[in-house]
């Protein structure tokens, strides 16, 4: 079974742009989470997608957004891009269909790294 | 900040020693996660923890999670280089699919 799949691996963008990350999940998985990581604050969580809708939201601006697609594939976009914006962003799937367990297992992609300049 | 204090930030190892890892929580927690991450890589899975009093074993790494599911420690036992990276310790506090992470620990294992 593959695993989840981010692209592209690396992005530069200069302040005030927008950008679009792409994440496949690992088949069959429902749940889509994405996180921030940064040497300043480590790892942060900005959002949980399943079934199309956003369950869960972390404590980030709205520049953030994400949205997930019906064959379960997600996108986090980011607008007007600020130099702090830069990071390795994180996606992480599961079969997220609820209470303890290896169902809410999260399997890590090998994320996007982004550099705004 | 973190919600969940790691300790120590960093060791180093000789080789063949053991060392351990500790996760702590001012919460309770409803699960606990472990992951091991390359530095500017993803993070890969080691194991989950939920019941109080829970302990797990995966070749030479064990984790427990304490009684009131507050404190986990990662234990690795005759360490080899293939163990160096970064430990990370997560947990769902609310149940709500949301992972809270800890600070990292970066592991050196000296030849």
């Known amino acids: 079974k593959a695993g989840v799949t981010q692209t592209p691996r690396y992005l530069i963008k200069t302040r005030g742009q927008q950008v679009t990350l792409s994440c496949s999940p690992i088949?069959?998985?429902?749940?889509v989470s994405w996180y921030q990581q940064t040497p300043g604050q480590g790892l942060q969580f900005l959002f949980e997608?399943?079934?199309?809708?956003?369950?869960n939201k972390g404590n980030f601006p709205g520049r953030f957004s994400g949205r997930q697609f019906s064959n379960s594939r997600s996108e986090m976009n980011v607008s007007t891009l600020e130099l702090g914006d830069s990071a390795l962003y994180l996606c992480?799937?599961?079969?997220?269909?609820?209470?303890?367990?290896?169902?809410?297992?999260?399997?890590f992609g090998a994320g996007t790294r982004l550099s705004v300049l | 900040s973190q919600e969940l204090e790691q300790s120590p930030q960093s060791l180093i190892v000789q080789e063949g020693k053991n060392l351990t890892i500790n996760c702590t929580s001012s919460?309770?927690?409803?699960?606990l996660y472990w992951y091991k991450q390359k530095y500017g890589e993803g993070l890969i899975f080691l194991m989950m923890?939920?019941?109080?009093?829970e302990e797990k074993s995966h070749e030479k790494i064990t984790a427990k999670l304490d009684e009131k599911k507050q404190q986990s420690s990662l234990h690795i036992t005759a360490s080899q280089p293939s163990h160096a990276g970064i430990y990370l310790c997560?947990?769902?506090?609310?149940?709500?699919?949301?992972?809270?992470f800890g600070a990292g620990t970066t592991v050196t294992v000296r030849a």
């Open positions: 997608y399943f079934s199309e809708t956003q369950r």
């Open positions: 088949s069959g998985h429902r749940s």
């Open positions: 997560g947990a769902d506090k609310n149940n709500d699919y949301k992972l809270s």
């Open positions: 923890l939920q019941k109080g009093g």
């Open positions: 992480a799937s599961s079969l997220g269909t609820g209470g303890l367990g290896a169902k809410n297992i999260q399997y």
């Open positions: 919460k309770t927690l409803y699960g």
